[in-house]
């Protein structure tokens, strides 16, 4: 549709935003999006952004390593590529020296996703790391999986066993925009045959009556199938919505406990800090105490001071006349001698 043509980088730009963001930052930024889009009134972008998952934690984490380890990311899926050409030419020794070089890029490059995670606080435990090594994987087995690798934007993991397709449409946001095609529904119910009771003349009927009761009976068929279909649909997207609220319930299960953690480190600095400002208060007022006496003793000293600078002068007078005297004694006592 022209709009959705229109619409197409629009909703790519926003999503690699949204998925770019941290795990607990994701459903407030979205819908603030949507929010914004509807207050322009572009609602069919609206929905398709509203309709974006909140990334599994494996998934995010292989999103981000694909964003801060590009290179890394592309040796994993050239590898791959290499794998895949060994098996089609049926080279043993290759092929056994690929398997050992696959698993050790898959298990360095899943550590080191393991880091980058935890460098924005974000736990990876055992089972999130070994999907996340299990969509690295899928990613050098599977064409389509390392498309929807490369592209930044799974919600979910993938698996792949080589035999069968990935289903790499459902593991990715917006796959229609990046262009994954859906895999075949092989389990879609069968129309079931039904027995057409025999008419009461003994069964005799003409061709033109049977014809029309078995196209009357193919269309009740028909529409028991796609009644059957819908409500099996129906079923599915109330599941994947439980499995979505439920991993959405984990993980903000996981940012309460993070955020309780650092709270609880905050209070303890807190603490620390109010001592330290206490000890601070404390000998501030002790200085200030002691200020108070040196003012006074400083004071005392003054006057002390101005009555010990009164006595030497007073002194150097005296001392000025005893000598004075002194000179005109002895001036007399030469004239007698």
């Known amino acids: ?4 043509a229109r619409s197409v980088p629009t909703l790519l730009e926003i999503a690699d935003e949204l998925y770019g963001l941290e795990p607990g930052e994701f459903i407030g930024a979205r819908d603030a999006r949507v929010k914004e889009l509807r ?4 609602d069919g972008l609206a929905r398709e952004v509203k309709a974006l998952r909140k990334p599994s934690t494996a998934a995010w984490v292989v999103d981000l390593l694909v964003r801060r380890e590009t290179a890394q990311v592309e040796q994993v899926i050239e590898l791959g590529a290499q794998f895949r050409e060994a098996q089609q030419g049926m080279d043993g020794a290759q092929l056994r020296e690929l398997t050992r070089q696959r698993r050790k890029l898959t298990a360095a490059v899943t550590a080191r996703a393991r880091e980058l995670a935890e460098e924005h606080d974000v736990a990876v435990s055992d ?9 690295l ?6 064409p389509e999986a ?7 934007l799974l919600v979910g993991t993938l698996e792949a066993t080589g035999f069968s397709p990935v289903d790499a449409a ?9 262009g994954f095609e859906p895999l075949p529904d092989d389990d879609a119910p069968r129309r079931h045959l039904r027995a057409v009771p025999d008419l009461p003349d003994g069964g005799t009927r003409s061709r033109g009556t049977g014809t029309a009761s078995g196209a009357r009976g193919a269309k009740v068929a028909e529409k028991e199938s796609r009644a059957e279909k819908r409500e099996r649909e129906a079923r599915e997207a109330a599941a994947r919505a439980l499995e979505e609220a439920r991993e959405d319930l984990a993980e903000f299960e996981e940012d309460v406990a993070v955020a309780e953690s650092e709270r609880d480190e905050a209070e303890a600095e807190v603490a620390r800090i109010e001592d330290e400002a206490s000890a601070v208060d404390d000998e501030r007022e002790e200085l200030r105490r002691r200020l108070a006496e040196l003012d006074d003793q400083a004071r005392r000293l003054e006057v002390d001071l101005r009555g010990a600078v009164k006595v030497r002068k007073r002194t ?7 000598t004075r005297r002194r000179d005109e004694a002895a001036e007399r006592v030469r004239e007698l001698e």
Request: proline residues 4%.
């Open 1 to 4: 549709m022209p709009t959705y």
């Open 39 to 42: 207050g322009s009134d572009d």
């Open 127 to 135: 089972a999130v790391a070994a999907q996340v090594e299990a969509t």
């Open 137 to 142: 994987t899928a990613a050098m087995i599977d």
């Open 146 to 152: 390392a498309r929807a690798v490369r592209s930044g």
């Open 170 to 178: 459902s593991a990715v946001a917006a796959p229609d925009a990046l």
């Open 316 to 322: 150097e007078r005296t001392l000025a006349d005893a």
